[in-house]
């Protein structure tokens, strides 16, 4: 619904394009008409992001035009060295990383990615990694922990791939195996939700020290559409699973899954990539200052405690 | 399995004169089974070699020299964090389930002897809630592992899951790297964990602490794996290959050490932990 009025939305950028235009070209000053423009749209747009329903804003995290890893690698990162292959099979390009410096150090980036177009998706798997994506991940982050460098990743999949080939590389022990590489890791790790955090093949590379959420980003056990088709028995009843899956931003901050939402503009990550990078960056520069001042021993043993805590029961 | 179609008519008359639970039909061969014949058998057919669903405390009962001798946190309850409902409400779920079959959650866990030998043991029970791990499976895991590094036991988790528990949300997800960050602590105890793998094993629980055993195995026949026979064929749109995602299929695949039936699953356990411990 919400997401409706985004052509409206397009109308009122493309007449504010045209304005800077006209008043740099004919020298007239159009500042204050264009203040107003930019000052109403920001208004609408606020409204209509508080309006999202739990199923808008599983559409805003999978639009096609939303900042992916490599887009936050360019943004944020210098010195960016990307490092391919599992050293078993193959290089899966679902999953990328590599070293970077970020703020004045060398740290290790991972992350899902997702392709632009179809001939980039069809090559990247629409983001859906196999086995050897998150063995590439293991050896990434064990790479860091050699040399004491932080890992971020950039997490941003519909789920790990089902497929035939998947299940006979191991795509559970793939999955496991980072959980327990992660959980003993012996240098920060920090994960930042940038749109689908899609149930284990999200997870084989989000547990972390900290972990990050954009506004629209959302985070599931399962998707909308498969809890639906089994819990409801129909897809079409992917909205209500939304709802009661409780998967935004928001939910999971309640949920205490989460430490920190960072803020998207008020039409949604992809239509200011650079403000949303800047505020990634200084989201992410702020919790690594933080972690960096642990020794590795109080690290793990932090991370360990927090995932030991998580769930919900009750004795009796 | 549909295709084998046994005349089971021929025994209905006789069955009703009969107490209930008498007969079963397997699954395997469709032969029709004498139960305490069967049980005697460790519940695996005669005929054929399947092995029959078996709740946890008779697991226990198979690897456990006198069976669990103290069983732990069995009064953990779920919560309903998110207030769960579809067309059933997620508390009514876990009532039905907790009557059918009993009310210690999708596993049961505690403390045994193999040929003398203290273990600490956790048995997933799948007539809970498809064996699926909700919150009160992970914490009774994580309470276990704790154990058997607090006394230096060997573990050992006898799996049956269809992965996580959805009505559970973001925290049936949590438990996969909370259970992992348990086992990661056995590891550096230097204490072995011992995987077994029934039917089925699939989803989050695959994806967690089922492949991470020091040592992996499985019992004929079983399913394993980390998506769906179902998820997988709608999404490739082809048909999967004979014998795709059974033990022996993860077997030639290097997933599992070894497929071991279960009547010999004891001794042999019983071995590994003498080169383990
Ligand atoms: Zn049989």
Redesign the interface.
Same mark, same amino acid.
């Given at each position: 619904m919400a997401l409706e009025r985004s052509e409206k939305f397009e109308k009122m950028r493309e007449r504010l394009t045209e304005l800077k235009e006209l008043s740099s070209r004919e020298g007239i000053d159009m500042s204050e008409q264009i203040e107003r423009l930019e000052d109403q749209l920001d208004a609408e747009q606020a409204d209509a992001v508080a309006e999202l329903s739990r199923y808008d804003r599983v559409k805003l995290a999978r639009h096609q035009e939303r900042p992916f890893t490599l887009d936050y690698i360019e943004r944020l990162c210098d010195d960016w060295v990307e490092l391919h292959g599992d050293r078993h099979y193959r290089d899966d390009p679902s999953i990328v990383g590599g070293w970077a410096s970020f703020g004045g150090r060398s740290v290790m980036v991972i992350g899902h990615q997702k392709g632009r177009d179809m001939k980039e998706n069809l090559a990247r798997n629409f983001g859906s990694p196999h086995p050897e994506g998150y063995r590439k991940a293991e050896r990434l982050m064990k790479l860091a922990e050699k040399f004491g460098r932080p890992v971020l990743t950039f997490v941003d999949t519909q789920g &790990?791939?089902?497929?035939?080939g998947? #299940? #006979? /590389?191991?795509?559970?022990?793939a999955? &496991? @195996?980072n959980?327990?590489v992660? &959980?003993?890791l012996r240098t920060p790790i920090i994960a930042c939700v940038i749109g689908e955090g899609g149930?284990?093949g999200a997870?084989?590379i989000a %547990?972390a020290d900290r972990v990050l959420m954009l506004e629209n980003a959302i985070?599931? %056990?399962?998707s909308p559409e498969?809890?639906a088709a089994?819990? *409801?028995r129909s897809r079409d009843q992917a909205e209500q &699973?939304a709802e009661?899956?409780?998967?935004t931003a928001q939910? !999971?901050l309640e !949920?205490e %899954?989460i430490d920190e939402i960072v803020p998207e503009p008020p039409g949604g990550a992809h239509t200011r990539p650079a403000e949303t990078a800047r505020a990634v960056g200084e989201a992410l520069e702020r919790h690594l200052a933080e972690l960096e001042a642990l020794e590795p021993d109080e690290l793990v043993r932090l @991370? /360990?405690e927090k995932?030991?805590q998580?769930?919900? *029961?009750?004795?009796? | 399995m549909s295709w084998f179609k046994k005349p089971k008519q021929k025994i209905t008359s006789q069955k009703r004169e009969l107490p209930p639970d008498v007969w079963e039909k397997c699954d395997g061969c469709g032969e029709i089974l004498y139960s305490g014949r069967l049980a005697e058998n460790d519940h695996v057919c005669p005929t054929c070699g399947h092995h029959f669903r078996i709740d946890a405390l008779t697991y226990a009962g198979l690897l456990l020299d006198e069976g669990f001798e103290e069983e732990f946190d069995t009064g953990l309850r779920s919560a309903d964090p998110l207030g769960f409902v579809d067309s059933k409400s997620y508390r009514d779920r876990i009532e039905a389930a907790s009557e059918e079959v009993g009310p210690e959650d999708a596993i049961r866990t505690g403390s045994g002897r193999v040929d003398g030998r203290q273990v600490k043991l956790g048995a997933m029970e799948f007539r809970f809630i498809g064996g699926s791990m909700g919150s009160v499976v992970g914490e009774k895991i994580r309470r276990l592992a704790e154990r058997a590094v607090d006394e230096r036991d060997p573990l050992i988790i006898v799996s049956a899951s269809g992965g996580a528990r959805m009505q559970e949300g973001i925290y049936s997800l949590m438990q996969m790297a909370k259970t992992s960050a348990a086992l990661d602590r056995v590891a550096d105890a230097g204490l072995p964990f011992l995987s077994i793998l029934t039917h089925p094993t699939t989803g989050g629980v695959t994806a967690s602490y089922a492949m991470l055993g020091d040592v992996i195995l499985a019992e004929p026949g079983a399913l394993i794996g980390f998506a769906g026979p179902r998820v997988i064929r709608e999404t490739i749109r082809q048909d999967l290959p004979e014998g795709f995602q059974r033990s022996e299929f993860l077997l030639e695949h290097g997933m599992v050490d070894q497929i071991v039936p279960r009547g010999e699953l004891k001794e042999r356990v019983s071995v590994l932990l003498g080169h383990m411990c």
């Open positions: &790990a791939y089902p497929g035939i998947a #299940e #006979e /590389r191991g795509q559970a022990e999955i &496991a @195996r959980l327990l992660m &959980a003993g149930s284990g997870l084989g %547990v985070y599931s %056990v399962i498969g809890c089994i819990l *409801w &699973a009661a899956l409780k998967l939910d !999971l !949920l %899954v @991370r /360990r995932y030991f998580m769930g919900a *029961w009750e004795e009796a | -």
